[in-house]
């Protein structure tokens, strides 16, 4: 039986301009409307399944944003993500996508894959590295793992410098722990500044999102529950992310697929609840920030709003306010700000033709504003765009919370 | 399918991007914002005058229905192949080619956007008024081809007051052009009355030179709450009366508000039978001075609360709230039907309690909005598609309304077309001497009837 949607998609076109696909291809059946469209179709069984269907359904960043423009209120993410479980249930998946599964789908797994490949990343000659390219970024660009998996490399339970306000859950995603450590402990330094006690719970593993966005259903469950034990704690006030892509899996995709688990949405709930993104703790708190009196060099910042910090948290609009409460720090406002940088998860890698326009208007855009630091708050779209500078370019790409950190008055 | 042979020609010129016939693909070509389908045999996209008269003379020598296709937005159906045939799809054909403030135009392909259009011109602290609500998506060749409107054309006109000069490729593949740069030109026919609102039926825009406007030095903006629908509709006439043209006066009854108010919580008066959104601008004296009329001649109507935004984002807050309406009310069913019946200002208080009156009969759920400054009425009835015998009844009272509008003077359709939703309705308010010129034209420009058949004409 075909569970019928509340609301129908009125095809009033909304979505196009929003959808940063659509922008580029502008073609219908690349847009929200039209994958709403053929969803429907394929569901009704007017339409069978085909190659072409699943690289149509799959050539979407899901970012978010058509659900967020919708008058008719349509929930395209749920939509396009069940399409595209049942697209890799009948049409399978790439080697490529394959072998990520396998890998998210344990966390074990996941060390001992980072483990291999830092080791490969060592041994691979400079020479190949730069012509060997994932997507349109040159394997030379790629971030160096890190040493040591972040949460390895932390105590469980870190106690703060002063005082202690509260008490918080730091989920810090795959990124932070296999590729971007400084972003963590530049986290772990700040909330120490504030006075909340952090525990890192060990049991966490990935937040599920590739695994769902490629239609791996099944073993993304396991890590929900997974994630869900781990992080029921009364004691905290808070549970923190540093990627909003994680934030938006714990905040709305939780709930409603544990509502139809044997489980029960309960707990999940509960966690959605206290997540927050990283950006919008922190303006909670910045009047507990003492910032170093003797950074006075002012330092020119951009931003680049990823589409899940602008879609599920709406904090886009607040890393731009933060960014100019800082003293420090000359903002400059790119024209497309608020656009999407063709990252998209693995859709850099899949989509390296689309991806790659997009990702080149927001360079250009940046540099027009001549910022030496591109801030932003996603680690895919950060290695999406500083992947896809020179290594050598003065615009370098970091984190918010790392240009805060260094600015923290010393205690 | 076409003929293998017919599509080798098309992707002679087109080449294989941009020549789509795959089903998957056709599927997303079936539609727009009006509810019937059907699929076209291709879809083509061209990129230059050259290619669409090379694609018409090859359409015109096989007979092919030509359907052209902006964004896709219409309300009416009119960009539905209901005869199947090639989709001309504009959406590759967008390059704004000429902005000249100086000389108050811009130069477009059909392709660009709307909203496009503005940002192209802000930073010159320019504007072209047409504002239909899909302006964010849909595209100027689609605003020609259905003369659009919106809110703020109550003062400014829609899209036929600003089109001075158009590239136009006829079924043959002729190419012609007419007007110009200038705001006055009396050379020749004013064509563009004839293909703007011609609704894709007589020629194919492939540019088009639009006027544009300096922004105003000041705007602004009042919601005010009425207890009786009928103030509501007065005070509107009342306002036009005393000489005042808005910008925009926008009209909501108390369905709409409450739907509003209990998505969005924008402290909306929920007790209030009507509402009107009123904005004004011009040279900031004479703003104050307009506005302090608008204020007394509501305050006469009964006016019960009067609420003047004070910056740019409580005025963005009530337009907001406006512009919401829609999509409020396509979540109570799971579809949603509105038409754009307009008769003349001093008949809206009649045309609403009509609308309401047909609606109760079929006991069915109306929202009525209005551009009332201009009697363009949106009444909205909520109903689902799959209930047939509800959806007959919608039917139906959409047929009264029509009739309903004919009588008070009124027209079918002031900002959406014709199309297939109405082309059944002509009949009300034309006599068949005067459709039967319409199809002469018709035929003398497009004698094999290959431009968007089995539309209104």
Redesign the interface.
């Known amino acids: 039986m075909i569970p019928k949607p509340l609301q129908n998609c009125g095809k009033c076109g909304l979505c196009l301009n929003v959808c940063p696909v659509y922008k580029i291809l502008k073609q219908e059946q690349t847009s929200p409307r039209g994958k709403l469209q053929l969803i429907k179709a394929y569901d009704h069984n007017t339409l069978a399944s085909s190659d072409l269907l699943k690289d149509i359904v799959s050539k979407c960043l899901m970012c978010g944003s058509c659900t967020a423009s919708c008058p008719s209120g349509i929930d395209h993410y749920s939509e396009f993500m069940e399409m595209r479980k049942k697209m890799a249930d009948v049409q399978g998946e790439t080697l490529a996508i394959k072998s990520l599964i396998y890998l998210l789908g344990r966390e074990y797994r996941l060390k001992f894959g980072s483990g291999l490949a830092r080791t490969g990343q060592k041994f691979v000659p400079d020479k190949v590295a730069k012509t060997i390219k994932l997507g349109n970024i040159p394997l030379k660009n790629f971030p160096k793992l890190n040493s040591t998996p972040f949460r390895n490399a932390n105590d469980e339970i870190i106690l703060p410098y002063k005082k202690q306000i509260g008490t918080v859950l730091y989920f810090t995603g795959c990124a932070t722990n296999y590729l971007y450590e400084d972003t963590g402990f530049a986290f772990i330094e700040i909330l120490k500044h504030i006075g909340y006690k952090i525990i890192i719970p060990k049991d966490q593993t990935c937040c599920s999102i590739p695994l769902l966005f490629h239609g791996a259903s099944d073993k993304a469950l396991k890590n929900i529950i997974t994630n869900i034990n781990a992080l029921t704690n009364n004691e905290a006030d808070a549970i923190v992310v540093d990627c909003s892509t994680c934030g938006e899996a714990l905040k709305n995709e939780y709930p409603r697929i544990m509502e139809n688990q044997e489980q029960g949405s309960v707990e999940a709930i509960k966690i959605a609840s206290k997540v927050i993104d990283s950006l919008s703790f922190i303006d909670q708190h910045f009047d507990l920030l003492e910032f170093d009196p003797n950074v006075t060099d002012k330092i020119s910042v951009t931003y680049h709003a990823p589409c899940h910090t602008r879609n599920s948290f709406g904090s886009n609009t607040l890393a731009e306010k933060l960014l100019s409460k800082l003293a420090f720090v000359n903002y400059k406002q790119a024209s497309d700000v608020n656009e999407c940088c063709g990252g998209g998860g693995t859709f850099f890698y899949e989509y390296p033709e689309v991806s790659k326009k997009m990702v080149d208007k927001k360079i250009k855009n940046a540099k027009a504003v001549q910022a030496s630091l591109w801030i932003t708050d996603c680690p895919v779209c950060r290695m999406n765009l500083s992947g896809n500078l020179d290594l050598d370019d003065k615009l370098k790409v970091i984190h918010p919370l790392t240009l805060i950190h260094s600015a923290l008055k010393q205690i | 399918m076409l003929d293998i042979q017919i599509k080798n020609q098309f992707i002679n010129i087109l080449g294989k991007d941009r020549y ?1 016939d ?4 056709l ?8 509810v019937v389908e059907a699929l076209p045999d291709a879809v083509l ?1 061209p990129e230059t005058t050259a290619e669409v008269s090379e694609l018409l003379k090859i359409a015109s020598r096989y007979k092919i229905p030509v359907t052209g296709r902006g ?3 219409s309300l009416c159906g009119a960009s539905i192949p209901i005869r199947q045939g090639v989709v001309l ?1 504009f ?2 054909m ?1 390059k704004i080619i000429e902005v000249n403030t100086r000389d108050r135009y811009i130069i477009v392909q059909p ?1 660009v ?1 709307n ?1 496009d259009i503005q940002k192209a011109l802000l930073p010159f602290r320019f504007f072209y008024p047409p504002d239909p609500a ?1 302006m ?3 595209t100027i060749g689609g605003n020609i081809a259905m003369n659009a409107g919106g809110p703020r054309c109550l003062k400014y006109g829609v899209t036929v007051d600003y089109v001075l000069g158009m590239e136009v490729v006829l079924a043959s593949g002729d190419i012609v052009r007419f007007g110009s740069r200038n705001v006055k030109d009396v050379t020749g026919y004013r064509l563009s009355s004839l293909f703007c609102g011609s609704e894709g039926t007589m020629g194919i825009t492939t540019e088009a030179i639009l006027k544009v406007v300096p922004l105003p030095e000041a705007t602004r903006t009042l919601m005010v709450t009425f207890d009786n629908l009928d103030n509501t509709a007065k005070s509107v006439t009342d306002i036009i009366g005393s000489g005042i043209i808005p910008v925009a006066m926008e009209l909501m009854d108390k369905l709409t508000l409450n739907a509003i108010e209990d998505s969005a919580n924008l402290g909306l008066d929920r007790n209030a039978q009507g509402s009107l959104l009123i904005e004004i601008d011009g040279v900031k004296e004479a703003c104050e001075k307009e506005m302090n009329k608008v204020i007394e001649k509501v305050r006469q109507n009964g006016a019960i609360h009067i609420q003047e935004a004070r910056s740019d984002i409580e005025r963005e807050n009530l337009w907001t709230a406006r512009r ?1 309406a ?3 009310f ?2 109570l069913a ?3 039907v509105t038409e754009d019946v307009t008769v003349p200002v001093s008949q809206v208080p009649l045309m609403i309690r009509q609308i309401i009156e047909i609606t109760d009969k079929y006991g069915l759920k109306v929202g009525v909005l209005a551009h009332a400054g201009d009697g363009n009425m949106h009444p909205m009835i909520p109903a689902d ?1 799959e209930d047939k015998a509800e959806w007959e009844k919608v039917k139906s009272a959409f047929s009264e309304i029509f009739q309903a509008a004919a009588e008070l003077g009124g027209t079918l359709s002031g900002e959406h077309g014709i199309g297939l939703a109405k082309a059944q309705f002509l009949p009300l308010v034309m006599n068949k001497d005067s459709i039967d010129f319409m199809k002469k034209i018709k035929r003398v420009i497009d004698p094999d009837l290959i431009l968007n058949p089995g539309k209104f004409v």
């Open positions: 789509l795959r089903i998957e693909e599927a997303c070509y079936a539609y727009d914002a009006f996209f964004a896709g937005t799809c959406s590759k967008d392709g956007v909203a899909s964010n998506t849909s919401s829609y999509g409020v396509a979540k799971p579809d949603i598609k």
